[in-house]
């Protein structure tokens, strides 16, 4: 990264990928390199504790649910933890910190399976190649992920394109421990529902039979079955879609949703204050923690004087204590950044969140380190809008063109020097640089976090 070259796929997780050709997706399909990469927010250690956690009788947080649905918006995290489910379920073992205290790695079961699908995936109509079997429904691609067995149990149900009972479930099972993922599952009800062919559209009412058999077989006492079933939020692009899931995962099981609203876990991949830590995570090799200290304390200082002289400071600046200790863990980013990033600049529909960061970001830690620049901490005003990556970051790549002529001739072109006046055109507002959380911060060599991946 170094050189300036990554492409979008070095920061889009692709789960259909990972399971379809894992040794040509080496950063998610190798569990090693996968899991180096990874920070692990308490969103992935109570995803995979629950899950494991059951799966292996363990009496940890999370066991007790035998479904776990995620609901997040799209490029929040919800991807990297199936992954890591995923790879667990294979057989990987990571360290102790992607589980939650208590959680015992050594007591998981050597003969789990596992069967990950995306909504996308499952063609009804021309069928998926899944281990050799052509698939057409959701339990046919399921039963030929679990193996030759398994598909032999759901075949007949694929073909005609009716669910299978808690019987064949149980058969296709075979008692052994067993994750199934279902991702983006609004996306398959809409290709199921808009399809041209009644006997394609009727697929889409056999769903809520398949998922009540199926969460009825994995809520049943002594089951050593795990499903988890992802949603984005209804703001999202399968947000019709989104809401008839979530209604039918409201009222399928039991007679009014009784059983999947006391077995099912709703969890949240990554919290807002751990987006700083999975971006250090994922752009940069090492950090100089030294340096991050060194940073908190200065910024600290500097926070004080203002607050001292009366400045009425925000985003919890005004408390340059706890403030400090956020700078030294976001090091080198600066937190007003990444709070801008998350809730302003991820407010823009085509923006996703964790990947539109860590494309921009990358591109901006490129260039920063190309000129020799003196940033020492990335803050809103050293976004360089100069760089082309950057700007097409922040213009072309969210649909937002018009914008991108404004900044050459106006902000950051060639012959102009108005490096103090970037940030403030970039977000839009004339009073941005009032806000001393937003400034510049380049006073001094770069030091500390020298180490990009």
Do not use: C
């Not at 977000?427 to 400034?439: E, H, I, N, Q, V």
């Amino acid at each position: 990264m170094l050189g300036g070259h990554f492409a979008a796929a070095d920061f889009a997780a692709r789960l259909e990928q990972v399971v379809s050709d894992p040794a040509g997706y080496a950063d998610y399909g190798d569990p090693s390199t996968f899991f180096a990469l990874t920070y692990p927010t308490a969103g992935m250690k109570r995803l995979l504790t629950g899950i494991f956690g059951r799966l292996s009788a363990q009496d940890v947080p999370g066991a007790e649910n035998p479904v776990v649905r995620f609901q997040t918006s799209f490029g929040g995290g919800k991807t990297h933890g199936l992954i890591a489910a995923y790879h667990v379920a294979k057989g990987f073992r990571p360290g102790p910190e992607f589980f939650d205290d208590g959680f015992d790695v050594n007591a998981l079961p050597s003969d789990m399976r596992v069967a990950a699908l995306v909504g996308e995936q499952i063609d009804p109509v021309n069928g998926a190649e899944i281990g050799g079997e052509t698939a057409y429904t959701l339990w046919g691609a399921i039963g030929a992920q679990l193996g030759s067995d398994a598909w032999g149990e759901v075949k007949k149900s694929d073909e005609e394109r009716t669910p299978p009972g808690t019987g064949a479930i149980k058969k296709m099972l075979a008692g052994k421990p067993t994750v199934i993922i279902i991702d983006e599952i609004a996306q398959y009800l809409r290709v199921l529902s808009s399809a041209g062919s009644d006997q394609v559209k009727n697929l889409a009412s056999s769903l809520p039979a398949f998922l009540k058999s199926l969460f009825e077989v994995a809520s049943e006492k002594g089951s050593r079955l795990v499903v988890v079933v992802t949603l984005a939020t209804e703001k999202d692009a399968y947000g019709k879609e989104t809401d008839q899931v979530q209604s039918l995962l409201d009222s399928t099981v039991g007679e009014a949703g009784s059983i999947l609203a006391r077995q099912e876990a709703v969890l949240i991949p990554a919290k807002d204050d751990e987006i700083a830590a999975i971006l250090r995570r994922r752009l940069f090799d090492s950090i100089d923690e030294t340096a991050a200290k060194t940073a908190g304390a200065e910024f600290k200082a500097l926070y004080e004087s203002l607050v001292n002289a009366g400045e009425t400071l925000p985003s919890g600046a005004g408390q340059p204590d706890t403030y400090g200790a956020k700078i030294a863990a976001a090091y080198p980013f600066h937190p007003e950044l990444v709070r801008v990033l998350d809730s302003r600049i991820a407010t823009i529909p085509t923006f996703q969140r964790a990947r539109g960061a860590l494309r921009l970001l990358a591109a901006a830690i490129h260039h920063i380190w190309d000129v020799s620049s003196d940033t020492v901490i990335l803050n809103i005003a050293d976004l360089p809008l100069s760089a082309e990556k950057v700007l097409y970051e922040l213009t072309e790549r969210l649909q937002k063109e018009r914008f991108k002529q404004v900044a050459a001739v106006d902000i950051a072109g060639p012959n102009l020097d108005h490096s103090s006046d970037v940030g403030r055109a970039a977000f839009g507002t004339t009073s941005l640089f009032a806000d001393p959380l937003m400034a510049s911060s380049s006073h001094g060599g770069r030091q500390g976090s020298q180490s990009l991946v």
